[in-house]
């Protein structure tokens, strides 16, 4: 159950409402974001609404059967829009390509891919500093000066920056120059990071985990709400299943059930998911068609030549072509929607 | 190595191939196929086709690096069409759509659902008569007797029908009433099957195993294609991981992948692959935007009154609605492929 | 439910419950086996036992919760001990050691190995004549010749043979040279050969699915039962996972499950499980301790050379070493087992 | 390949050695832990050891062909034993038992557990005090306080602690009460984490991830060893798979293959692995024989009271019983190891 409170509610309304869940055996926990104050209350018990409602400084009282509730589309119907500023949004009807190398290599291939971007009509750019790699030997990106140097020509340009945070002594160092934190697949379930993350005012992408199951994403989600931050962005990229021909199993399945089951945005990485440059292509307009709210995908000027992730990455010329077939693919699916 | 001989090919030419072949350490086994007559041959050895290509009854000869060989595109670079009659053709730049009941059930029912396929321009039915269950408790279908009865009401319709043969034995009963004989996902690797399936001169439908590979679905296709059984399809259907968010998961990567690796038709079955009806719209689509040759879905004229699957089953308004939208999109992906 | 039938209940009694049944909503599908006759009773509602129990003709009446019924141990407390004749038995406080290579190969290669096993106190030898292939051009086993010869070796020294059977059609020629018909991991829900073996009157042991679960496990194994044979054991071989480092993840778990779900005796193969020859000593020890009823693996004179799966073959001397190393483990077992 | 250093080497040698390497095209990375200080060596040519071997400062070079380098058994092919001190020590040839409750809970169920490990000859006892949790709603553990309680009363028994660390802000104010920080399922892969787990001079036990590969589990010890700290343990503690009559899959193929790619002692956890109370004592005696030089488990005074994980929770009279078998097991395998 969440109940939305009136955001001037004095703290003896409060302590009444407090006290009212006691007796019936609710545990409330006090979620303030950046548009409402909320009690998310768990119990064991039925309720009757009636027994609450009509105390001082309750607006709303929403019944949620999820075990996640502040993300779930049964208390919020309409589907949550990100305003990253600047005319660009993320959800809600408007589809979003965010574009770039895996890792920021360097001025010259910042420059160059922003370019690319901004022709085509793109105004989210994709890129790590800092890398999570299996191996203590392998480049670990640029830090902290890689993503400064970004974004001082992005920001030049008009583009906004999604790239991964790994740690929570990261969030404050990186604040200044990030418009989307990525939440990594290899961190979905850390919650100290995802705790953190609720107290920023940022938006906040997060990964499906390597083999996280939609629930999973939906509770660290839950997570990062509750922290007080409902700028959240989920994004499937690809679970590790027994099947080698493709580097993941990108489950679109998880498309049209997390558009069913929650109002947060869904973007899909082809990239990742299915980690062989000749299928992103496919996989991409699939995505599309399945209801993803955008497309996060990898290009470089040079694939072959680039410091990681190079055999899943789609060079300029290919990406522009993606780019116009997801515009008329999004138009068509469009389309079908206002017919129904 | 694939060898194509000249179907007039004298048994003294052939066995100075297969006796040069000894010599080169390879071991030919001969296909003779609907459309032609061919020696696939297995070595360890790189060979020089120059030692083989003067010899008599040679047309033409085909190193294969894959360890299939007959399913390979890199032997056969055209994609395959499979024409059943009337008009009716599968593959190669046309599009199919199936559907039709989980199970059989009775004429009222079948004849319902031909009249609902006809009004939306579909001409191929789906429906099982022999039903693989878990259980041996459960309904396990009609039977032959069931198969007749939908036969003779499909051919008066002009509808073709594709349907699951469990066994060896079933083959001979069911040829008459059967234009695409399906095997199911429990016997992508049931060798006896798909060996006798390899004698038939019908279409052969390969369901991908319940966690079959790719490349397994690759060799029992094989297994039909060396037996001397052209007409084959690759179905996706849905393979098995952690997630139970979906009864399966179905695995758009695997069309690309098929696509690219044989040029026999892929179709995918939605209906099986997530599992749910609310999301069986949206996963059709992605399939047919990520390249599938067609889509077999599952429809019943009151799915909560089906004999099986109910869950997953699209009423007939659900039906024609989304073949419309298959359609679109269908053309706007052959528009993508005119450009490219 | 099961309701036990008085063997010598007349066609009158046996009406008077069907009927009976059918007034409680009940469908009662009659089961006789080589020991029992069985009716299993399968209907939705709860059922007073009281109106049926005074029937004649009814010996006891047993209600079972799970979906499975012949083969839970919630009916048959007791554990089921299979008798192979010449004082070899199977389960119920005997350990069962099986060894013998993956592919029967020839006389010496069978003599060899017979020599070894009674050297050693084993009386069960394994080995495939059908194999079962991915590819249609790898060797299929020397058929039931190689079988025929195999059993004349066999029945001169004391030694019981257990061979997979892969079609229905084999079942007949394979028979009197058998004692336990194999059904492998890809037939597991071969559901018409099980149907089949169910009329046999010798054992079967059936594999666990490549990616199947216990409860299919089960659920086929009562496919056999329910067809009249209950000389049933289960095998554990290893599952289908992500994990590379192994050839498929041997499920230790489901040994104490099955232990617990069923009263047939559970066998282990860790030969297949692990795939790996160094590890299968370590895993066999693990399998008894885990309460495995016995032990299957595959042993060849010269691994190195063995037709198929070398891999995972060990030579006699680690199959000797190893046989020991088991003997005192189940010793061990056995007193842990008396003490509780 | 790894370069043992002279502890005594001068900055002069060093550079010396660094720069014959760069010329031979390979990166080195010093690490100096407790024990000793390396160069690790990564390369992509192959290089012939007597071109460095001569220099000054180099104690011994070791080729190893496996990607993680200081945690193999190539270059160190004895087994690594960790001192906890107080004559508590984890790895070559003596066998860990490590037993609490999943959450510490209080000082009265602390005292319980305490004494009824020392009653058994246990002086290794888990718990929890930071919890990972799937909901931000769900009791996330005592903290930092139960901490300090729990090393109060340990320290008077002399038994050693075993808990998780979740971030890296905790390793502090934890270090003063902890013997063991144990790296959870979910941080197998939290880099960060790894990173200044190497900067600690205490013993570091990291499980495998929820869906890790043993691949993946060893690189996340290389972290740590290159880190500066050799004292590892790694842990079982069972996988994600399809197979849901089991919370998780125990894998204890992993057991062995551990054993033979790496030094470090190696552990098994059968409470999370199987998940379910009365299949513990087997898997538990199994990990035994699979080769496992510890087994971890969960007890409490009353089970179904236990504050999280009841259902796979032993009470003490199961876990005295346990501890007994367990004790017998390893004692018949020290026999096996010393004949062979």
């Known amino acids: 159950m969440i109940i939305q409170l009136d955001p001037a509610i004095s703290e003896e309304a409060k302590a009444k409402i407090t006290d009212t869940l006691g007796q019936l055996k609710f545990k409330g926990t006090e979620v303030k974001t950046q548009i409402g104050d909320y009690l998310v209350c768990i119990g064991k018990t039925n309720i009757d609404i009636r027994q ?3 105390l001082p400084g309750i607006i709303d009282i929403h019944k949620v059967s999820d075990d996640y509730k502040l ?27 965010m574009a770039g190398p895996c890792s ?5 291939n910042v420059r160059a891919t922003i370019k690319h971007l901004k022709e085509n009509g793109v105004n989210i750019m994709r890129g790590g500093v800092f890398k999570p790699r299996s191996s203590p030997y392998s480049f670990r990106g640029m830090g902290i000066d890689g993503l400064k140097m970004w974004y001082n020509i992005a920001r030049e340009e ?11 002594s990261q969030i404050e160092e990186m604040y200044p120059y990030v418009d989307v934190f990525q939440v990594g697949a290899r961190n979905t379930q850390n919650f100290n990071l995802l705790d953190e993350l609720g107290k920023v005012d940022k938006a906040v992408m997060i990964k499906r985990g390597i083999s996280g199951t939609i629930e999973e994403l939906l509770y660290s989600a839950e997570y990062v709400f509750s922290g007080g931050n409902e700028k959240l ?19 679109l399945n998880a498309v049209p059930i997390l ?12 990239s990742h998911g299915i980690g062989i440059r000749d299928y992103v292509d496919s ?16 290009i470089h000027p040079l694939p072959e030549k680039a410091a990681s992730d190079g055999q899943q990455t789609l060079d300029f010329q290919q990406s522009a072509a993606l780019i116009r077939k997801m515009k008329k693919t999004y138009a068509l699916r469009e389309e079908f929607e206002m017919v129904v």
Chains 1, 2, 3, 4 share one sequence.
């Open 104 to 108: 920021i290599e360097g001025e010259e």
């Open 71 to 97: 993300v779930s589309r049964k208390w919020k119907v309409n589907s949550t829009k990100i305003d990253l500023g600047d005319g660009v949004v993320i959800g809600d009807g408007s589809f979003s390509i």
């Open 52 to 54: 609450l409602g009509f």
């Open 259 to 270: 558009k069913d089951k929650t109002h947060l945005p869904v973007v899909v990485d082809p």
């Open 158 to 168: 008009g583009i906004k920056i999604v790239t991964e945070v790994m740690q929570v």
């Open 233 to 251: 962005i989920l994004c499937e990229r690809g679970i590790r299943t027994y099947e080698k021909a493709s580097r993941n199993t990108l489950d």
């Open 283 to 298: 996989m991409s307009l699939a995505a599309v068609m399945a209801g993803a709210d955008g497309v996060i995908f990898e």
